[in-house]
């Protein structure tokens, strides 16, 4: 049950901060080695390039883990929505190893597309939440979220959890190889960490209440934008945004905003700008101020260690590779805030399920 709160969805953004200590505890041993099956590290070490499939916000956690193996492993990574994969299946590598990012394991989309690439004898994995889901049993490993039931409909903790379980197979493929980046990345102590930080933000959320009314209470639609791995929260949050608050919210690369959309930008436009990732930060606060000239309202959430005057939300700074974690519970909570402001069902929204078992 959801026990004192009151909505599933709140518990669930709570959670987040145990389900990262739960997993450390899952997935470290006693003396800090991650218990990965090294039959999964040799099948994914065969592989010369591996392919993320996932639907909705298990695709914008594939968006980050690209991000993480291609840092800790060096191997190339293509990240695909299922329903598209399903029916354009992109020219494969030579030897192709596909990960199934999915929550529930039961999404028809992404099943689509693993009968599809065990017919054609590909090795795979399925991270998921649900042990003996259709996706587990069907595919040739998997890796569990341990995040306990996830029962509103938008996703939360199912998010930072494929996160995590993304950084520890990325750490211990890296390792395999004896990659001094994977060598040297302390899981136990860079997540507990994140932990740390996200219990610092939970405890602000009047902050936040506060900021999605200035910002939120009346708009039709709304903008998140930021580059990189700041592009890819942008998406994660505007779809929990417009999934239950029904506000139009676009997540958008910055950079492209000149190139056409910023001719919505009116007057009063709410501009959510993740400012998160080193290289790209002074670009997109310069993207900023070319909204704000046109009249757009600008909130920042930034990384505590780059915070100037006039920002928003700060995040507590953690390592580079998992600012995600932390950036998306602003987002997480300004959906919360807009939804219930509005007097919608926050954990039921109006057209959708919580698995979609149809292609
Ligand atoms: O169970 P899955 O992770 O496969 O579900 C994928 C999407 O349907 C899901 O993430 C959906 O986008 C959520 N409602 C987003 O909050």
């Known amino acids: 049950g959801k026990g004192a709160y009151p909505h599933y969805m709140l518990k669930e953004i709570d959670e987040q901060p145990a389900v990262m200590r739960r997993l450390l505890d899952e997935y470290l041993d006693a003396d800090g080695q991650l218990n990965i099956s090294p039959e999964l590290l040799q099948a994914m070490n065969a592989a010369d390039r591996l392919y993320i499939v996932a639907a909705g916000t298990s695709y914008h956690a594939g968006l980050i883990g690209k991000t993480l193996f291609e840092s800790l492993v060096q191997k190339p990574v293509e990240v695909h929505v299922a329903s598209e994969f399903g029916y354009h ?41 649900s042990q003996g889901s259709t996706l587990s049993r069907e595919a040739d490993y998997t890796l569990l979220l341990h995040a306990g039931p996830e029962i509103a409909v938008a996703s939360t903790k199912a998010y930072t959890a494929q996160i995590a379980v993304e950084l520890f197979l990325a750490v211990a493929l890296g390792r395999h190889n004896q990659l001094v980046l994977a060598e040297q990345f302390d899981v136990h102590h860079e997540l ?45 949050a505007a779809l929990k945004l417009k999934e239950i608050s029904y506000i139009q919210a676009e997540g958008f690369a910055a950079g492209e905003l000149k190139h ?100």
């Open 89 to 129: 299946m992109p020219l494969l590598s030579e030897k192709p190893f596909f990960i199934f990012l999915t929550q529930s394991g039961e999404t028809a989309d992404s099943r689509q597309v693993l009968v599809q690439t065990n017919a054609l004898h590909y090795p795979s994995l399925t991270i998921t939440n």
């Open 260 to 359: 056409g959309t910023i001719a919505l930008i009116e007057a009063g436009t709410p501009v959510i700008a993740f400012l998160v990732d080193e290289k790209t930060i002074a670009h997109t606060r310069g993207n900023l101020q070319e909204v704000t000239a046109r009249g757009a309202q600008a909130l920042t959430i930034v990384s505590e260690r780059f915070a100037q005057e006039g920002d928003q939300v700060i995040l507590p700074s953690v390592n580079p590779l998992l600012t995600p974690l932390l950036g998306v519970i602003p987002g997480q909570l300004i959906a919360y805030y807009a939804s219930l402001h509005r007097g919608y069902d926050v954990d039921q929204p109006r057209n959708l399920a919580k698995s979609v078992t149809v292609e």
């Open 192 to 236: 507990g960490l994140v932990a740390t930080g996200m219990e610092a933000l939970l405890s602000e959320k009047e902050q936040i209440e506060t900021l999605t009314t200035d910002y939120l209470q009346t708009t039709r639609n709304a903008f998140y934008i930021g580059r990189g791995e700041d592009y890819a929260l942008s998406l994660e």
